[in-house]
């Protein structure tokens, strides 16, 4: 049996990467690390409280400079957040990030590329990587967290892409992307854009639904593990999940995955003895008052570390 590495939870409440939910309305996701941690994530885990990464304050203004909302105080954040990961697996830890927003992902893989070559198992119902015109019209408003692949793998300003001089910090080829979900609209203006001409090998919901969420996540395991890496990240946005039980979310998912098939592809890549850290974004409490939603996310995640092994 595999020797896995002892787990560190590490709370990064950022919601830089999100535009505002209404004129005035700061985006609840920096909550999510609270949400998880009342539902008893760290002590069910039998893992390390490793603290908060603390972000900036968040800005609803438009950034030309940069392209993206909040983009130089991103930039800073990424830098923190590196520093603190790169620390926790120098102990030789696995770190279970409790992001706000995806945009996380900037710092995360800041990390990774510090220490060596990695991969990325990307779970999201979007590709989080296609840059449009209607979006690069948009000069100043882009966000992080719609974005957020793009910009790991060097696509995008230097400012948030190139960091420590390190562009970029994932190559599309070490990405497997897990549970896209299009609709006919999304799919004829995607058509023509980024992620669908690029070398990231993807795995979408129907691959799932036709073959079973054990057996694509077994595949998206054995594709990072053929790579030789140094290891490999998983992201995971909580729109994935289907609107029935994920409601708490900015863009609400009428086509997603069940609770049981998220839990089945996060145990077949945590598995691997390559698996170096989990991160979880999106949910967001003000949208889920009762706290049902974190519940659900936190029982799905906890399971998944049970069947994979890593956890009693």
């Known amino acids: 049996m595999a020797s896995f590495a002892p787990i560190s ?20 996701v920096y909550q999510l690390p ?31 400079d940069i392209g993206f909302r909040n983009g130089a105080a991103l930039g800073r954040y990424s830098v923190a957040l590196a520093d603190r990961i790169g620390a926790l ?15 996380v992902l900037v710092g995360s893989s800041l990390a990774l590329r510090r220490a060596g070559t990695h991969g990325l198992a990307f779970i999201d119902a979007h590709d989080d990587f296609s840059y449009d015109k209607d979006r690069a019209a948009l000069a100043g408003r882009l966000t992080a967290a719609g974005l957020d692949l793009a910009l790991a793998t060097g696509h995008g300003p230097d400012a948030l892409c190139d960091l420590d001089g390190l562009k970029p910090y994932l190559r599309e080829e070490d990405v497997v992307h897990l549970g896209l979900s299009r609709s ?25 639904r036709q073959r079973g969420a054990d057996a694509v996540g077994d595949e998206a395991r054995a594709l990072l593990e053929a790579r030789e890496l140094d290891g490999f990240w998983i992201h995971v946005d909580a729109d994935v999940l289907d609107l029935s039980v994920m409601p708490a979310v900015d863009s609400p998912n009428p ?27 999106i949910l967001d409490p003000d949208l889920d008052p009762e706290g049902h939603c974190a519940r659900a996310f936190t029982e799905a995640v906890v399971a998944a570390f049970a069947l994979s092994g890593r956890v009693p």
């Open 34 to 64: 609270r949400a998880l941690r009342a539902q008893g994530i760290v002590t069910r885990l039998g893992a390390e409280d490793a603290g908060m990464v603390m972000p900036p304050a968040y800005s609803p203004e438009a950034e030309p």
């Open 184 to 208: 006919d609209e999304d799919t004829a203006v995607l058509a023509v854009q980024e992620f669908d001409t690029s070398r990231i090998p993807s795995l979408p919901l129907t691959a799932i």
């Open 255 to 281: 086509e997603g995955l069940r609770l049981e098939e998220l839990t089945s592809l996060l145990a077949s890549l945590l598995r691997s003895p390559q698996a170096v850290g989990l991160e979880l974004t």
């Open 9 to 28: 939870v590490l709370d990064a409440p950022s919601n830089l990467g999100l535009r505002p939910s209404a004129p005035g309305v700061i985006p609840g």
């Open 89 to 103: 697996r120098a102990q030789g830890r696995f770190v279970l990030l409790l992001g706000g927003d995806c945009s």
